[in-house]
Nanobody, 122 residues
Framework: QVQLVESGGGLVQTGGSLRLACAAS????????MGWYRQVPGKQRELVAV???????NYADSVKGRFTIARDNAKRTVYLHMNNLKPDDTAVYYC????????????????WGQGDQVTGSS
């Protein structure tokens, strides 16, 4: 069974740093886009950052210059480096990956991690 497992969340003071990781396990042929989203209670999940298989990146305006997304294809892992954290960054962070399971089929599926709480304290 293919799954994404997140790690690295926690409580951090304003201005601090945190790194999230999301590792894919199971039978996978390739991974296309990988991304991070976040959600607070009562609001829709929003895109934080995305990285393509060619390592092009895109960020939400609210995190530009503070967050960095990176991927390690050998480890099937996507990272989110968060610097200068603010209380408004408090949310549950979810990773996702566009996964191709087999070389014999171009079909892909979006998988989600279990969610990881990040709390920025003032």
């Amino acid at each position: 069974q293919v799954q994404l497992v997140e790690s690295g969340g926690g409580l951090v003071q304003t201005g601090g740093s945190l790194r999230l990781a999301c590792a894919a396990s199971g039978s996978i042929f390739s991974i296309n886009n990988m991304g991070w989203y976040r959600q607070v209670p009562g609001k829709q999940r929003e895109l934080v950052a995305v990285i393509t298989s060619g390592e092009s990146t895109n960020y939400a305006d609210s995190v530009k210059g503070r967050f960095t997304i990176a991927r390690d294809n050998a480890k099937r892992t996507v990272y989110l480096h968060m610097n200068n954290l603010k209380p408004d960054d408090t949310a549950v962070y979810y990773c996702n990956s566009d996964v191709q399971f087999s070389r014999w089929s171009s079909n892909t599926q979006i998988l989600w991690g279990q969610g990881d709480q990040v709390t920025g304290s003032s």
